[in-house]
């Protein structure tokens, strides 16, 4: 059951990815309240929240029992965008420079969240 787990993190960790740049292009970083650099502010947070899910899959492989708990953190981050993204181009009717940037990406990422949901739950229950 690990290895599946490990496998959907890294499959939603690749969605991540691909929704990171996806926000890039799109000019997502625009919506950053700080001032300056705020692709560079943005490309800092992303590295952040995409980098945990590269440690949570290190302690999957070695199979440390923690690992299952902290990839509800996978989960929420990934389903989280996608809700969000998908209300944000639904509000906005855009995705240039709005909360509608990724929403693209943001469903098969949103859509292996959920998949890591249940395969979690079963393995936990």
């Given at each position: 059951?690990?290895t599946?787990?490990?496998?959907?993190v890294?499959?939603?960790?690749?969605?991540?990815?691909?929704?990171?740049?996806?926000?890039?292009g799109?000019d997502?970083?625009?919506?950053?309240?700080?001032?300056?650099?705020?692709?560079g502010?943005?490309?800092?947070?992303?590295?952040v929240?995409?980098?945990?899910?590269?440690?949570?899959a290190?302690m999957l492989?070695?199979?440390?029992k923690l690992a299952?708990y902290?990839?509800f953190y996978?989960?929420?981050?990934?389903?989280?965008?996608?809700?969000?993204?998908i209300y944000?181009?639904?509000?906005a009717?855009?995705?240039?420079?709005?909360l509608?940037a990724?929403?693209?990406?943001?469903i098969?990422?949103?859509?292996?969240?959920i998949?890591?949901?249940?395969?979690?739950?079963?393995a936990l229950?």
């Open positions: 059951m690990s599946t787990i490990l496998l959907l890294l499959i939603t960790t690749f969605f991540q990815v691909l929704h990171c740049f996806e926000e890039i799109m997502a970083y625009e919506l950053v309240p700080k001032p300056g650099n705020k692709r502010y943005y490309l800092r947070a992303a590295s929240l995409v980098g945990l899910n590269f440690l949570i290190f492989l070695f199979d440390i299952y902290l990839a996978t989960v929420a981050i990934s389903v989280g965008n996608a809700i969000i993204h944000g181009y639904i509000k009717k855009s995705y240039r420079a709005t509608g990724g929403v693209f990406s943001g098969p990422l949103g859509l292996s969240g998949v890591l949901f249940l395969y979690l739950i079963r229950v």
